[in-house]
């Protein structure tokens, strides 16, 4: 949850080696590949074009990756983005989006290295992308906005209305739109831009979503559950996958069945009519950030934590070559029943608590009470964030979760998010206290 910067300028160093020895692979013939590795940071973002044979990945590494699935070589590195490429959707014909914490979009030729085109989109980082017929395609941000595009990337329509991030968006089967938010209400927008929306409330707030043929809307909860509207408006109903919010969602070109991924990297996958999980797909413990379906439905792609693509059997659940174990125990099971390890539980992903943690896509916290801001070593912060002058304490802690990281850290990247309860607060701060204790 202190995750004031994500460090893209570290990761993108320490791609820019990765980058070249990818490339040299890719034009010496490397054997077939069963995982897809060349990212520095974790994946935020997977996209597989229509025609099975090429997909785009883009990371915290600021970097996008273009890849022939057949060989699993790296055709080429891209790069448009200054920060987190944090979402990637295919347009046909080779063509790929990527959208950025830079709230930029970058549209990608079927060759080459160069975008064809660069929009300055959103306010705040972008964080999905959909496509929709005839090449159009829309985008979701932290600015609380979407916005629809032409194929050329030009905008058609801007849809306002969220209170704060706006973090899913998918396309009708009818025609309009849907909008998931961190408010906790999905949006539904007719195709005649004189309709207002229909406004549905959840009981949690909702990360990615998406609509199957038959216009039946799942969306992914923080609450660890899949909750199932219809294409009206009506609550059909929920299936809850884990205790951690879910954090990727993905849904088979038959529409029937849907894979979520959570913060503890396992990614369940559930049959559309019933409900039921048929199955669970068991990775190395780390977040998986991102999920896609192969065009024919045979295999999903996860990108998570470890900073690579994992290929799976979407029949059997398999995973397609070992999976090597790498988060090891819960580091949240020795404060087991205590709130203030429950409010922090989905900052776990980008945060360590120990002396041998180190640092992820946000600083280590070992030992932040006392610590002047921006001061972790070997993690490089934003200039506005070395700029400030505050000492981590219980009071500033508390304060940043009471008023909201943009108002209490100008200029910070870390997402938007308040904790409202005076009591989850104290919880909070006494448990980093104890967890973050030098040993």
């Given at each position: ?80 983005h200054?920060g ?50 005839d ?15 032409s ?53 949690t ?16 909860g ?15 109903g ?17 529409g ?83 709130r ?20 992820r ?14 001061s ?33 850290l ?30």
């Amino acid at each position: 949850m202190i995750r004031p910067d994500h460090a893209p300028r570290r990761f993108a160093r320490a791609m820019r080696g990765l980058a070249a020895l990818f490339l040299t692979l890719s034009l010496t013939g490397a054997p077939e590949a069963q995982e897809l590795r060349g990212h520095g940071g974790p994946v935020r973002a997977i996209a597989v074009d229509p025609a099975g044979e090429v997909a785009l990945t883009g990371s915290f590494d600021t970097s996008a990756i273009r890849w022939r699935l057949a060989s699993g070589v790296a055709e080429a590195v891209l790069r448009a983005h200054d920060g987190s490429v944090n979402a990637a959707v295919a347009l046909g014909e080779g063509r790929f989006a990527t959208g950025g914490e830079d709230g930029r979009i970058a549209i990608w030729p079927a060759a080459g290295r160069t975008p064809e085109r660069v929009i300055v989109a959103h306010e705040a980082p972008i964080v999905a992308l959909t496509a929709g017929p005839d090449g159009t395609f829309a985008s979701a941000a932290w600015d609380g906005t979407a916005a629809l595009w032409s194929p050329q990337g030009e905008e058609r329509r801007r849809l306002g209305g969220h209170q704060g991030n706006v973090n899913g968006v998918a396309f009708m089967p009818a025609g309009g739109l849907v909008t998931s938010g961190y408010d906790a209400t999905l949006r539904l927008w007719p195709q005649d831009p004189a309709r207002p929306p229909v406004v549905v409330t959840l009981p949690t707030p909702l990360n990615g979503v998406v609509v199957a043929p038959d216009g039946e809307i799942v969306v992914a909860g923080a609450d660890g559950k899949l909750h199932f509207v219809s294409a009206t408006g009506e609550v059909l109903g929920e299936r809850e996958v884990g205790p951690t919010p879910l954090i990727a969602l993905a849904l088979s070109p038959d529409g029937k069945r849907v894979a979520a991924g959570g913060i503890r990297g396992d990614v369940a996958i559930v049959e559309r009519s019933t409900r039921a999980v048929v199955a669970t797909l068991v990775g190395p413990g780390l977040p998986v950030w991102s999920l896609a379906f192969s065009p024919d439905g045979g295999e999903i792609y996860s990108g998570g934590g470890d900073r690579m693509v994992r290929r799976w059997d979407a029949r059997t659940g398999e995973h397609i070559g070992a999976v090597i174990p790498q988060a090891g125990e819960d580091p949240l099971a020795a404060f087991s029943g205590e709130r203030g390890a429950e409010v922090f539980r989905a900052c776990a992903a980008c945060h360590t608590l120990t002396p041998d943690g180190g640092n992820r896509a946000g600083p280590t916290l070992y030992g932040i009470f006392g610590r002047r801001i921006a001061s972790a070593p070997g993690y490089d912060y934003s200039p506005a964030l070395r700029a400030l002058s505050i000492v981590w304490s219980g009071q500033t802690i508390a304060r940043l979760f009471e008023i909201g990281p943009n108002a209490y850290l100008p200029g910070t990247k870390m997402p938007e998010q308040r904790v409202t309860s005076e009591a989850d607060r104290q919880a909070l701060v006494d448990f980093l206290r104890k967890a973050t204790a030098p040993r």
